[in-house]
């Protein structure tokens, strides 16, 4: 018997309608675990570099994390992977929500989309019943609203919907795939569903899954229950209210914004907006929020809450989670108010709330400096919010500037021309991130954004406090309960990380401590990611009651395969490298590692160096970033150095030597501008 | 009147203002039923269920109860604070016109039995937020349970003989005794 897995992908080949229920090799999971781990390695095998994103033998794959299904508190997430039409490299986004217990409880671990429909349709899994229906009436259909269609149209109030709007359906570059209370958002999935023809996967599934040793797991079980009582309890003092507990960022709970308004940055990424938040602000905002807000709401099998129902006046009620509360209100320098309406557009339009707001804020930015004309916006209206909607609707239609718009800062920039590049100026590997500007480099957060495959900060930090608290009294007593760390030494590190002085950044954390640390932090979302656990219990806050030391036990327990600390470290590097491994294929290089130019003011290029060096080395990559032959035989991943001779991107008995001795150069001369 | 005897009530209250639709309260249910305990997990089993509707606001845990051997001839639907709720929504039994509190593979029927052997029910224990609260009380009563079980008979055959008739009653009485 298979134990957490149920052992089954479901492979459906959209081109000739052909659908398949295939057996799984329970080696892999021994060695990729599931979720992400399992999505890597199907990717490596199957989609070699020259396909292209939106062609008919891109993959798109919803893995659901190796422990979903089982009584494991907030383990519920849904692993969608496939190549990213943005960034042409690996995608892989997690939703939250109730879809991927359903489709554990309908017998499949994944779904494998290949090929792609000449026509729009949805699949209905409904336990070993799995059909391609005709979705012709659902063109143009937002994604929530196709959830209640299908729902009701099936007679099946309890089946679980993803589903694409309308910028899935036109192949917008940071389209998401919405499931009511959550998405999977980053790196434009949305828009390859669409390229697939397929608009909502419904299952609905009534089947048992079990587990291998179910009193001890239930034991651990129950212990993350009340450590998760004993967090909410004890919030962890001197850090600001979203940090001090667990769960994703309560931002549906807390009316304070103080931080984020006037410490991240508005429009395009650009102003800071010091004082803005003032007493009438803050009434008007809290005021607006308890309006709209009806109740706060979980993914399954989770207490916390991080979510709520929105209805403001004149809008169908929506889901909202997390930081999309902001990401519109700051682009167009409005109010919460506009942000709320605006982002239920959004969420039927199905669109990435990080991207899309950036995108509107760069095209105004460029109107504004004459690189785009009024000409090319066509009956726009005058004020901001007015010009968000317009350009919303275009982009998600692909009218006219949309077109270009839709495809994300980068390539429009690229198409646009005209010294439009300067525009696009908060990218990573052509990605949109969160609008943030700083003044002194963080060497742990410049790795974490350099060498980030997740493409997305806060999925890759975490768990590691992030800045030095003031007093040493306060250190020490953060450290005493601090079980998390892998390792005694880490609390030592954060003793001794002051906030001035010779202990500060950039030089404090040294490069082998920082080195370090954003080698467990990564290592913690990635087991998240192969698992299906919610970060917001696990990787992402401070003090998790999921981490290193008792997951190998989950896993034992649950899953049945034998697993202690070291062994779950080295599979998570394993798929850890696979993921690096298809990005390096696809061309990712040390060149593309580094952050936006302007996130922070004062730069050090020779430590930056450094601390890239000291990773790459950490990880047994090349001065290039390419892991090296021998790295990967002790990975077990002969295959990839193979794959990686024959195309020359390593060559036998030596590693690549850095191409890049050029690269301190450029770093060095640009500090001097 | 007969003597007094003490009698444990159980409790359960279900706070829907409190509940945010996780469904953690099915999952330790039907892990709490499975057999070997504890060996499987599946929501289809659960002798509670969380009737839930986001967009609607509608978040109603409902405990199964007893087995109904036909649907009731007609339906009820409630409209509460403006919200409508679907057909039977609150109603606990087990019951042919639909599949809820019900075995997924046997179709046999499923009972809450507020989670024999442990301390407290388990789902209340897994619901953190107090959507679902425990309370037990004792409660004395009459030891003549045999009276009032007469009484009560007595009441429901004045009924159907009110609904059908004393003859047809006293027909099929008839007829019922001679089958055994
Ligand atoms: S912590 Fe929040 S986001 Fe994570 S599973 Fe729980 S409710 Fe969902
Ligand atoms: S566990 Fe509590 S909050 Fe969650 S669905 Fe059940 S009753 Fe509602
Ligand atoms: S009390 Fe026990 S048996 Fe009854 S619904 Fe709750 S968990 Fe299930």
Not at chain 1, 552 to 566: L, N, Q, R, Y
Request: hydrophobic content about 35%; some cysteine; charged content about 30%.
């Amino acid at each position: 018997m298979r134990y957490a897995e149920t052992g089954f992908n479901l492979e459906i080949d959209l081109s000739r309608g052909n659908i398949e229920k295939v057996a799984t090799d329970p080696r892999e999971t021994g060695l990729y675990l599931g979720g992400l781990g399992t999505n890597a390695k199907i990717l490596w095998d199957r989609v070699p570099p020259e396909v292209e994103p939106f062609s008919p033998d891109n993959l798109l794959i919803f893995g659901a994390g190796l422990l979903c299904g089982t009584p494991a508190t907030g383990c519920n997430r849904t692993i969608v992977s496939t190549i990213s039409p943005q960034t042409r490299l690996m995608a892989f986004s997690m939703m939250g929500g109730f879809w991927a217990p359903e489709l554990k409880y309908a017998g499949f671990d994944k779904v494998i989309l290949r090929g792609k429909s000449p026509d729009l349709v949805y699949l209905w899994i409904n336990n070993d019943n799995v059909e391609i229906r005709d979705a012709s009436h659902l063109k143009g259909k937002g994604s929530i609203e196709t959830a209640e269609i299908l729902k009701k149209e099936l007679n099946q109030p309890k089946a679980q919907v993803a589903a694409i709007g309308m910028a899935g359906e036109n192949r917008v570059y940071y389209a998401s795939i919405e499931q009511g209370r959550s998405s999977a958002s980053r790196g434009g999935i949305g828009a390859v569903m669409g390229d697939k023809g397929v608009k909502a996967i419904v299952v609905r599934g009534t089947k048992d899954i079990n587990v291998a040793r179910p009193e001890e797991y239930m034991g651990l079980c129950n212990e993350v229950l009340e450590y998760i009582k004993f967090r909410e309890e004890n919030p962890i003092p001197g850090v600001m209210a979203i940090l001090s507990g667990l769960g994703s960022p309560q931002e549906m709970k807390v009316h304070d914004e103080k931080w984020h308004t006037e410490n991240f940055m508005w429009g395009n990424s650009r102003t800071r907006r010091k004082g803005f938040w003032t007493e009438d602000v803050k009434k008007q905002w809290k005021k607006t929020m308890e309006n709209a807000r009806t109740r706060l709401i979980s993914c399954f099998n989770c207490p916390m809450k991080c979510g709520a129902t929105i209805s403001m006046p004149g809008f169908p009620t929506y889901m909202m989670k997390c930081f999309t509360k902001l990401t519109y209100t700051m682009g167009a320098f409005s109010d919460l108010d506009f942000g709320l309406k605006i982002a239920q557009r959004a969420t039927e339009y199905g669109v990435d709330g990080f991207s899309a707001p950036q995108v509107m804020a760069f095209a105004l930015e460029l109107l504004e400096n004459g690189i785009l004309t009024k000409k090319d916006f066509p009956g726009m209206p005058e004020d901001n919010e007015g010009r968000f909607y317009y350009l919303l609707d275009k982009i998600v239609r692909r009218e006219g500037i949309g077109d270009v718009l839709a495809n994300g800062t980068y390539w429009a920039a690229k198409e646009i021309g005209n010294g439009a590049e300067n525009y696009a100026h908060n990218n990573i590997k052509k990605h949109e991130q969160l609008p943030l500007k700083l003044s002194m480099l963080n060497p742990i957060y410049f790795l974490m954004y350099s060498t980030g495959e997740k493409m997305n900060i806060t999925q890759i930090e975490g768990q590691f406090p992030q800045a030095p608290f003031p007093t040493r009294e306060q250190r020490e007593e953060f450290v005493k309960d601090w079980i998390q760390v892998p390792d005694e030494k880490f609390k030592q590190y954060f003793l001794d990380w002051e906030l001035r002085g010779e202990n500060s950044i950039p030089y404090y954390p040294t490069v082998e401590m920082t080195c370090e640390i954003v080698d467990w932090q990564e290592r913690m979302h990635y087991i998240d990611d192969a698992l299906g656990q919610c970060a917001g219990l696990s990787s992402f806050p401070l003090k998790p009651p999921y981490h290193i030391h008792n997951y190998p036990k989950f896993i034992s327990s649950g899953a049945g395969i034998d697993m202690d600390e070291e062994k779950l470290t080295k599979a998570a590097k394993r798929y850890r490298t696979l993921v690096r491994a298809i990005n390096i294929r696809r061309g990712m290089r040390r060149k593309d590692e580094k952050p936006p130019e302007n996130h922070w003011k004062k730069r050090f290029p020779e430590l930056e160096n450094d601390l890239l060096d000291g990773y790459y080395k950490l990880k047994g990559w090349n001065n290039d970033g390419i892991p090296t032959k021998e790295a990967l035989h002790e990975l077990d991943l002969d295959y990839v150095s193979e794959d990686f001779l024959k195309r020359g991107i390593l060559t036998d008995g030596k590693d690549m030597p850095s191409k890049d001795a050029s690269s301190k150069k450029a770093l060095a001369g640009k500090e001097t501008n | 009147m007969g003597d007094k005897k003490k009698k444990i009530i159980k409790t359960i209250n279900i706070d829907v203002n409190q509940c945010n639709g996780c469904r953690a309260c099915e999952v330790i249910c039907s892990c709490f039923h499975a057999a070997p305990k504890y060996s499987s997990n599946n929501p289809a089993r659960s002798r509670i269920r969380v009737v839930r509707d986001p967009l609607r606001d509608v978040y109603v845990p409902v405990y199964a109860g007893e087995y109904a051997v036909a649907e009731c001839a007609g339906r009820d639907k409630y409209t509460i604070d403006g919200k409508e709720y679907d057909e039977c929504s609150f109603c606990r039994a087990s019951c042919p016109s639909r599949d809820e509190f019900k075995e997924p593979d046997s179709g046999l029927p499923l009972k809450c039995d507020m989670c024999e052997g442990e301390e407290e029910p388990l789902c209340v224990k897994w619901c953190l937020v107090d959507a679902l609260t425990y309370k037990e009380r004792e409660e004395e009563i009459e030891e003549d349970d045999e009276k009032e079980d007469r009484e009560e008979l007595e009441i429901g055959l004045e009924s159907l003989a009110s609904k059908y008739g004393l003859e047809k009653l006293m027909d099929s009485v008839a007829r019922l005794s001679k089958k055994d």
